[in-house]
């Protein structure tokens, strides 16, 4: 299925190679009711998913039971984060005091 008309000729126009063939699409009684508009629309954009359900997802599937929680993992790791934030900064002032000295 292609979005327009002329993507569709040029895609039948051009030399298509290897096990594949293209043909145009015969609206017969058959073949038109055996295809539904669901079928043929576009699909749906998928919900964006976070990092906390993709570890419980692969958490599930590998068996798992520390992925699971993660309520906790996130709020060690969030610490972590911020703690790491705040050594960059005390690190960064006391360079800066280091170089402002007489």
Known sequence: VFATPALARRA???PVEGQWT???????PTLATTITDSDIATPAERPK??????RRLIGAALGETQLL??????????SE???RANDKK???VQLDATWDDP
């Open 69 to 78: 929680k993660s309520t906790g993992n996130a709020k060690a790791l969030n």
């Open 49 to 54: 998913s976070t990092a906390a359900v993709a």
């Open 90 to 92: 005390v690190a960064r």
């Open 22 to 28: 293209l043909q145009a699409f015969n609206p017969s």
């Open 12 to 14: 039948l126009e051009a």
């Open 81 to 83: 984060r911020i703690k």
